[in-house]
């Protein structure tokens, strides 16, 4: 049985984008700080989510490969600009190796048909493999409840050990950001590391 979120007990004072009283520039990573985030070293939990929607090719990831995830929402205006970063991370990288996932957790948290999920990616710009977070059960138990963060629409690059490599704390990844190619060169790194894909 899953447990209920964190987020829920808060009084839902997490929001996709930023507390409630923060303002937008209080949520924005300074420069650097996603390489050294707390988490950075650390294994990231096997993940349970309630759904995987595959575009394409794209299957569920393969648990030894390097891999992205990316927190998201259908009515987050700071996932709407980081898609398109992210879709140029998985064209650019997924060929050699990297699995890049999409989780959706919906805003508030409730069932959403799978048909209006991969629609709200495609308008925001991502072709990719989904996963669907529905109650937000899997980001509050590796993040939200283990230490002080300001947003759910967040970043991980997990290497094919399951150690967490980079995190990115939100809202907002743009391509044009020195953390993406903090984010760029840690992708290289753990696909070194890993055996290449078959072609």
Excluded: N
């Amino acid at each position: 049985m899953r447990r209920a979120p964190l987020f829920i007990a808060l009084g839902l004072a997490i929001a996709c984008d930023r507390r409630p009283d923060a303002s937008h520039a209080s949520v924005q990573p300074a420069v650097g700080s996603a390489a050294k985030h707390d988490l950075i070293g650390t294994p990231l939990p096997a993940l349970h989510f309630d759904a995987w929607l595959a575009t394409g090719a794209a299957t569920a990831p393969d648990s030894a490969a390097p891999t992205l995830y990316r927190w998201w929402t259908d009515s987050c205006a700071y996932c709407e600009a980081s898609l398109p970063a992210i879709e140029a991370l998985r064209v650019r990288f997924e060929p050699r190796g990297l699995r890049v996932v999409a989780v959706y957790h919906p805003k508030p948290p409730r069932d959403v048909a799978p048909t209006t999920i991969r629609e709200a990616a495609d308008r925001f710009g991502y072709h990719g493999l989904i996963a669907v977070d529905r109650d937000w059960s899997e980001l509050s138990r590796f993040y939200l409840s283990t230490g002080d963060r300001a947003a759910t629409s967040a970043s991980f690059l997990v290497d094919r050990a399951g150690i967490i490599r980079f995190v990115h704390p939100g809202p907002e990844i743009r391509a044009s950001d020195s953390a993406y190619a903090d984010l760029e060169r840690a992708i290289e790194s753990a696909l070194s590391l890993a055996p290449r894909a078959r072609g």
